[in-house]
């Protein structure tokens, strides 16, 4: 089975610019969540979908969005992008939520602010 | 204070050595995840608990649910074993239902040959 797969792998924008990062999971897997990972403040989470809904979503601002489609792949969309929005950003899928799954992590994009 | 708190945060080893990465939680959880990250980015999923103990190869993963704390430990070290281990909880709301993943602030391992 391909693993989770994320495109691009990296990205440079620059302050004040949109850009849409995409998640396919594993195939038969039904969850995606979102994370962001920076030196100062660690993996952090975004968001988690569910069979396209929203189930959870972390304390960012609303300049975060994302979005789950019937194909379980999902996007997230960062607008008007700050230099702190500067992270690996990594999606995850799994085989639902409850009960708690293993989780399996793509490999990141790296999204470079200037 | 965190949520999920890990010990130590930085950790050199000799080949050989018997490791022990701690993590302690402050809410009620579904699981506990422990995840293993390599430079370069990629986290790979070690262990997923719920209770007790369980055991892959050379790493052990333990959970004390009423103590709100878990070990995960690696026997025989190989440099190999070099990266960031994470522990991160999945908690419950008051509810029952599943809230999100909460993450530690990881513990770098190094372990020299």
């Known amino acids: 089975k391909a693993g989770v797969t994320q495109t691009p792998r990296y990205l440079i924008k620059t302050r004040g610019q949109q850009v849409t990062l995409s998640c396919s999971p594993i195939?038969?897997?039904?969850?995606v969540s979102w994370y962001q990972q920076t030196p100062g403040q660690g993996l952090q989470f975004l968001f988690e979908?569910?069979?396209?809904?929203?189930?959870n979503k972390g304390n960012f601002p609303g300049r975060f969005s994302g979005r789950q489609f019937s194909n379980s792949r999902s996007e997230m969309n960062v607008s008007t992008l700050e230099l702190g929005d500067s992270a690996l950003y990594l999606c995850?899928?799994?085989?639902?939520?409850?009960?708690?799954?293993?989780?399996?992590f793509g490999p990141g994009t790296r999204l470079t602010v200037t | 204070k965190n949520e999920v708190e890990q010990s130590p945060q930085n950790l050199t080893a000799q080949e050989g050595e018997f490791i022990t990465i701690n993590c302690s939680y402050s809410?009620?959880?579904?699981?506990l995840h422990w995840l293993q990250q390599h430079p370069g980015g990629g986290i790979v999923s070690l262990f997923m608990?719920?209770?007790g103990k369980k055991k892959h190869g050379r790493l052990i993963a333990t959970i004390n649910i009423q103590e709100k704390h878990s070990s995960l430990h690696i026997t025989a070290s190989h440099p190999r074993d070099s990266a960031v281990y994470i522990c991160?909880?999945?908690?419950?709301?008051?509810?029952?239902?599943?809230?999100?993943?909460?993450f530690g602030k990881g513990t770098k391992l190094s372990v020299k040959p």
């Open positions: 991160a909880v999945r908690w419950l709301r008051d509810g029952g239902s599943q809230g999100n993943l909460i």
């Open positions: 608990l719920s209770s």
């Open positions: 995850a899928s799994s085989l639902g939520v409850t009960p708690p799954r293993e989780q399996y």
């Open positions: 195939s038969g897997h039904r969850s």
């Open positions: 979908y569910f069979s396209e809904t929203q189930r």
């Open positions: 809410v009620g959880i579904s699981a």
